[in-house]
């Protein structure tokens, strides 16, 4: 499931990828039902739409066989978010990580789980280095 996807996607395609990382597959009612609780014809014609796009980015695919179709995420979240990253860095930064980095963990609180997983982090990158070397 770690596609990667021909564009960037929007802030409301974002919204109903993370329904479909959250719940699995889903019809388009079941999206629309949680995203737009009492929407009516207009909600489910905007969720159609966005899994259309996502869809054509190969961000979503949609089963067929089964009526109403369902759809399942194509690309997962950790694959998203390296796409955006590196996307963010090249525009900003160059390409360059560590600024991009440095910016995200001295500006928002860590809290002690997040320290300690980056610190493994890191010390799992330097170890992997050492025995390349």
């Not at 949609?62 to 979240?77: E, K, L, Q, S, T």
Request: hydrophobic fraction near 40%.
């Amino acid at each position: 499931m770690a596609g990667k996807p021909k564009r960037d996607v929007t802030e409301a395609e974002l919204a109903v990828l993370r329904e479909l990382w959250n719940r699995g597959a889903s019809t388009i009612r079941d999206v629309t039902d949680r995203l737009y609780p009492g929407g009516g014809a207009s909600a489910y014609g905007t969720v159609q739409k966005l899994l259309e796009r996502l869809e054509a980015k190969a961000c979503v695919t949609r089963d067929r066989a089964p009526m109403p179709h369902v759809f399942c995420a194509a690309i997962d979240r950790q694959a998203l978010i390296s796409q955006r990253l590196g996307a963010l860095a090249d525009d900003l930064c160059d390409g360059a990580l560590a600024p991009l980095l440095t910016n995200l963990v001295s500006h928002r609180r860590l809290s002690d789980a997040e320290r300690q997983a980056l610190r493994a982090l890191v010390d799992e990158l330097d170890g992997k280095r050492r025995k390349r070397s």
